[in-house]
């Protein structure tokens, strides 16, 4: 008799866990903030640190932003944004998100390379049409950043990093 109540009360049990499952979307989550992104924060920093040490109030001359651009910023930039596109998150919801992120980057990517040529061609409105470009792909960022916590919110994921 007491193999029987056992049985039944691990069956009950096993019942009640699977009825507890995770998650899918949460699990994602997970893996997206704590393991895919920070392989790829450091790429994403360097690039951008790179491209604001030489913009703003730190501007001196075209040259210094082109050779900064051309040797440091598009080459870090490129090798994030390919690594971001291999990124793959396995739920639906995530990669929704996650393709505003990669769109954002590339948009990103293509506004340094248009800067690159604009200064090549020494043409001031083209710069500037390009550094428009580079603040429209930030706010892009900025609007996957929001729409990322608002899903970890939803999915009940903290965001501790700079994610937020």
Not at 28 to 49: F, G, Q, R
Not at 55 to 78: E, R
Not at 132 to 146: L, S, T, V
Request: aromatic share 8%; glycine share 2%.
């Amino acid at each position: 008799m007491t193999k029987i109540k056992l049985m039944l009360s691990l069956l009950i049990v096993t019942f009640f866990l699977s009825q507890c499952s995770t998650d899918p979307v949460q699990k994602d989550l997970l893996n997206y903030v704590n393991v895919e992104l920070p392989k790829l924060s450091a790429l994403e920093t360097e690039s951008i640190d790179a491209y604001n040490s030489v913009i703003g109030d730190n501007y001196t001359t075209d040259s210094v932003v082109y050779a900064k651009l051309k040797n440091v910023v598009i080459p870090k930039y490129t090798d994030f944004t390919t690594k971001l596109q291999a990124v793959a998150p396995a739920t639906e919801e995530l990669k929704a998100i996650h393709l505003e992120y990669v769109e954002a980057a590339k948009d990103q990517l293509e506004g340094f390379n248009y800067i690159v040529d604009a200064i090549d061609k020494q043409n001031a409105s083209e710069i500037t049409k390009a550094n428009d470009d580079i603040k429209r792909a930030k706010e892009f960022i900025d609007q996957w950043k929001k729409d990322l916590n608002e899903d970890c919110k939803k999915h009940n994921v903290v965001l501790t990093n700079d994610t937020k």
